[in-house]
Antibody, heavy 119, light 110 residues
Framework: EVQLVESGGGLVQPGGSLKLSCAAS????????MHWVRQASGKGLEWVGR??????????AYAASVKGRFTISRDDSKNTAYLQMNSLKTEDTAVYYC??????????WGQGTLVTVSS | DIQMTQSPSSLSASVGDRVTITCQAS??????LNWYQQKPGKAPKLLIY???NLETGVPSRFSGSGSGTDFTFTISSLQPEDIATYYC????????????FGQGTKLEIK
């Protein structure tokens, strides 16, 4: 059974940093790209970014709203993807999901972890 | 960047009604378009991938069509359990692998 479990969310001050983790199981993690999607309370879904597999050079891409502040990485030995968030702004407050792509669609999602940016 | 315009933003319909949601891309995205259902407090669920393919286990009353810039999502006979918010999502597979979601359509029972 495929499982994605996010952790690391919490309260952080504006300008601060936070690192989220996404622990994966039930599939060949090393062969899969991994994505992060966020959702502010009462708002729609926003794609944050992705990291491709080793075979695709661990290539990353980011939404314009987070580019230069957020970094996605992975540790295939631990079946874990990460989202390093720096220079956080109040508008980054959201539930952050990790998700797995399958032929373009995201077929499995984690339960989400809440990040609150507030002073 | 490719923009997605989804409409309507909300919709009220009766059980048994046919429901249609549209999504328009700002440029040609071929069939790189997916549809999701999200219920309150839950992660989104993939319903349709590549514009018209039904994800495994999804009831056949859900369908999708379109290509290029104009796409349609249909529920043929609305059921009470279909109350949710629906999102389209494009993926820019040919270029940088960027993804964009539509604004969402909140579906309610009349």
């Amino acid at each position: 059974e495929v499982q994605l479990v996010e952790s690391g969310g919490g309260l952080v001050q504006p300008g601060g940093s936070l690192k989220l983790s996404c622990a994966a199981s039930g599939f060949t993690f090393s062969g899969s790209a991994m994505h992060w999607v966020r959702q502010a309370s009462g708002k729609g879904l926003e794609w944050v970014g992705r990291i491709r597999s080793k075979a695709n050079s661990y290539a990353t891409a980011y939404a314009a709203s987070v580019k230069g502040r957020f970094t996605i990485s992975r540790d295939d030995s631990k079946n874990t993807a990460y989202l390093q968030m720096n220079s956080l702004k109040t508008e980054d407050t959201a539930v952050y999901y990790c998700t797995r792509p399958n032929w373009g669609g995201f077929d499995y999602w984690g339960q989400g972890t809440l990040v609150t940016v507030s002073s | 960047d490719i923009q997605m315009t989804q409409s309507p933003s909300s919709l009220s319909a009766s059980v048994g009604d046919r429901v249609t949601i549209t999504c328009q891309a700002s440029q040609d995205i071929s069939n790189y378009l997916n549809w999701y259902q999200q219920k309150p407090g839950k992660a989104p669920k993939l319903l349709i991938y590549d514009a018209s393919n039904l994800e495994t286990g999804v009831p056949s009353r859900f369908s999708g069509s379109g290509s290029g810039t104009d796409f349609t999502f249909t529920i043929s006979s609305l059921q009470p359990e279909d109350i949710a918010t629906y999102y389209c999502q494009q993926y820019d597979n040919l270029l940088q692998g960027m993804y964009t979601f539509g604004q969402g359509t909140k579906l309610e029972i009349k």
